[in-house]
C-alpha cells in the first residue's frame, strides 16, 4: 500500500473513532459546563471527584484496551473462538476490577483530606462519587465492547452508541442539576444520577447491537463460564496497559490536587483548560486506536512494511491535528474559556485570566501528547507492553511530578509552573515511547517473519 491508502485507510478506521472519543468526552464536558452554570464550587467538585474516578476508570480501562489488539490479531488470522474467548475474559476482569474500586469510590471523603483538599471540596467531590462510582461497572463493560466493535471495524456503531450516549447525558443533567421539566433540582447529585443513567444506556446499546450484527460469536452465551487460559492472557497484556494508562492519568491527577492546594477558584480553572485540553487530545487518541488495530494486523501477517509506512501515516495525521489545536489554542483561548463559566459569575474574570495562561501551556504539550499516545497504540498492537509501561512510569513520576511540584511552589511560577511540569513529563514520554517504536519494537518483524 501507499502512503496515500494507509492514510485514506487510517482514516476511515479512525475518524469514527475520534468521533466516539468525542462524543463520550461530551459527556465529561457537559457535566463540567451544567455544574460550571450551576456554581464554581460545583465546579471545583466535579474536577476533583472526575479527576478520582477517572484515575480508577483508566486502570481498570487496560483490559479493555488489551482486547483490542488481540480482538484484531485473531481477526487477521481467522480465529473466531479466540476472538470470543479474548472479548469475554476482557469482560471479567473489568467486572472484577470495577467491584474492587468500589470501596474507594464509596469512602473517598477521607482520601481526598489526605491529599490536602480543601474539606467543603472533598465533601462535594465524594458525595457525587458515592453515586457516580457505580457507574464504573457499565462503563468499563462498555470499554470492552468499544475496544471489541472497534478491532473488527464497526467504528460507526461505536460513534453513535456513544454520540446516542452523550444526548442522554445532556439531557438528564438538564433536568436533575436544576430542576427542570418538573424534576427535582439535585445539583451534583443530579449530575452523578444523569451519569450512571448515560453509562447504562450505552453499555446496554452496545450489548443488544453485538448481539443482533455479531450472532456467530455468541458473545454472552454461557458467559459465567471461567476461560483461565485466555484470562490470564488477557490479564498479563491489560496489566501493563492499566498500569501505563494509571501513570498518565496520575501526572493529571497530581496537577488537579496541587491546583486544589492553590485555591478554588485556581481549581476551577484547571478544571476547564483540562477539559478543553481533553477534548484535542481525543483527535490523537483515535488515531491511536486505528494505529493498534492496523500495527495488530499487520504484526499477525508479520508485515514490516505495511507495520512502518502505516505507523508514518498515522503520525504523521497527528502532527497536522495538533499544529492545528496550537493555532486555535493559541488565538482563541478567551472565547474558549468563556464557554464554561456563567457571564454574571463574579470570579468569572479570574477563572478566564488564569484559564489563559494554563492554556498556552496546553498548546505547548499537544505535539509530544499526541506522539506518546500514538507510540502507545503502535506498541500495544504489536503487543508490547511491558517495557512502555516503565517507560511511562519514569516519565510522569520521576519527571512530571516533580517538576510541576518544584516549578509550581518552590520555584513559585504556581499555575503556570504545574502546567509546565506536565509538558516535560508528556515530551519525555513522547520521545523514549517513539524510540522504542521505532528502535527496538518494530525491528522484530523483518521481511515477513517474526525475527
Not at 485507510?9 to 457537559?30: E, R, S, W
Not at 465492547?145 to 443533567?173: C, E, H, P, R
Not at 474559556?337 to 496546553?362: T, W, Y
Not at 511491558?386 to 499555575?415: D, H, N, Q, R, T
Amino acid at each position: 500500500m501507499t502512503y496515500t491508502a494507509h492514510m485514506r485507510a487510517v482514516l476511515m478506521l479512525g475518524l469514527p473513532l475520534v468521533g466516539g472519543h468525542l462524543a463520550q468526552f461530551a459527556i465529561g464536558l457537559t457535566d463540567t459546563v451544567m455544574l460550571g452554570w450551576y456554581g464554581v464550587e460545583a465546579l471545583a467538585a466535579v474536577t476533583l471527584a472526575g479527576t478520582y474516578f477517572f484515575v480508577l476508570f483508566l486502570m481498570g480501562s487496560g483490559f479493555a484496551w488489551a482486547v483490542m489488539p488481540m480482538v484484531a490479531a485473531f481477526e487477521a488470522e481467522g480465529d473466531q473462538t479466540n476472538l470470543r474467548r479474548a472479548t469475554r475474559m476482557g469482560l471479567w476482569l473489568s467486572v472484577l476490577f470495577a467491584a474492587v474500586t468500589i470501596p474507594l469510590l464509596w469512602w473517598s471523603e477521607p482520601i481526598l483530606l489526605m491529599l490536602g483538599q480543601q474539606t467543603s471540596v472533598a465533601s462535594d467531590a465524594a458525595e457525587y462519587l458515592r453515586i457516580a462510582g457505580w457507574g464504573i461497572f457499565p462503563a468499563l463493560v462498555m470499554m470492552v465492547l468499544k475496544s471489541y466493535l472497534a478491532a473488527l471495524a464497526k467504528t460507526q456503531a461505536v460513534l453513535w452508541m456513544t454520540v446516542l450516549a452523550a444526548i442522554v447525558n445532556g439531557i438528564f443533567n438538564y433536568a436533575l442539576i436544576f430542576g427542570n421539566w418538573g424534576a427535582p433540582e439535585l445539583g451534583l447529585g443530579g449530575a452523578a444520577i444523569a451519569s450512571v443513567i448515560t453509562q447504562i444506556v450505552a453499555m446496554g446499546g452496545m450489548m443488544i447491537y453485538a448481539v443482533l450484527v455479531l450472532p456467530q460469536h455468541a458473545l454472552f452465551q454461557r458467559l459465567w463460564r471461567p476461560d483461565w487460559e485466555m484470562f490470564r492472557k488477557v490479564f498479563w497484556l491489560g496489566l501493563p496497559i492499566g498500569l501505563t494508562l494509571l501513570s498518565e492519568v496520575s501526572l493529571f491527577a497530581a496537577s488537579a490536587l496541587m491546583m486544589g492546594w492553590l485555591g478554588t477558584i485556581e481549581l476551577a480553572a484547571h478544571g476547564v483548560a483540562v477539559q478543553l485540553a481533553s477534548a484535542t487530545f481525543m483527535l490523537h487518541l483515535g488515531l491511536a486506536n486505528a494505529a493498534t488495530i492496523r500495527a495488530s494486523q499487520a504484526y499477525a501477517l508479520r508485515d514490516r512494511l505495511h507495520m512502518s509506512r502505516g505507523a508514518l501515516s498515522v503520525i504523521g495525521l497527528s502532527l497536522v491535528a495538533a499544529l492545528l489545536t496550537v493555532t486555535v489554542f493559541l488565538s482563541l483561548p478567551e472565547p474558549l474559556i468563556s464557554v464554561f463559566v456563567e457571564p454574571d459569575d463574579p470570579a468569572r474574570a479570574e477563572i478566564i485570566a488564569i484559564g489563559v495562561g494554563l492554556l498556552a501551556m496546553a498548546a505547548l504539550f499537544q505535539l509530544v501528547d499526541g506522539a506518546q499516545v500514538i507510540a502507545l497504540g503502535l506498541l500495544r498492537g504489536m503487543q508490547d507492553t511491558g517495557k512502555p509501561m516503565v517507560i511511562a512510569a519514569l516519565s510522569y513520576w520521576v519527571v512530571g511530578i516533580p517538576a510541576s511540584y518544584i516549578l509550581g511552589f518552590p520555584m513559585g511560577l504556581e499555575g503556570i509552573g504545574i502546567w509546565l511540569g506536565l509538558v516535560l513529563g508528556l515530551a519525555c514520554a513522547g520521545v523514549l515511547l517513539m524510540i522504542r517504536f521505532w528502535g527496538t519494537s518494530i525491528s522484530t518483524l523483518d521481511a515477513g517473519q517474526l525475527a
